[in-house]
């Protein structure tokens, strides 16, 4: 039910080239070793489960529509955000670079984005179309 994405052999082998560096602001979370805590939130039901049926829909929509994982990861490169980061907002919510949510406000160039896509993903051959999904003038209902 997801959108489709091919990793790159050179993701794989990143893991034993990362290193750490010391905090060097408050604002960055202590490195802390070994695997993540669980958090019990995580593994929790959702409170309202009445859109997940829309949403699965949605996506198998979006899927038709030949979304793809290039399309998907281009745009939060774009848009400078983290895709599974605490924002202040939902993601269609998006302010342009005031968004709090941004790591940078710098802009950055649609090629500069290409070329980090295709260093991630495999087969990418072309900036992809990244089509208007949701926004504030057509959230999600």
Sequence with gaps: MYIPYKLSNKVIDWKPK?????????????????PPIQWSEWNKKPVDSSQVDKLLAR????????????AVMFDWMKKRIQPLQARETFGYQYQGTTDLSRYSEEEISNEEVFSRVQRLLRDVKKIPFVPD?????SPPK
């Excluded at 990362?18 to 802390?32: K, M, V």
């Excluded at 996506?59 to 290039?70: K, P, S, T, Y």
């Excluded at 999904?133 to 003038?137: D, E, G, V």
């Design 18 to 34: 990362w290193f750490y560096i010391e905090n060097q602001w408050e604002s960055i979370p202590i490195i802390t070793p070994g």
């Design 59 to 70: 996506i198998a929509d979006l899927r038709q529509r030949n979304v793809i994982g290039e």
């Design 133 to 137: 999904t949701f926004s504030t003038a």
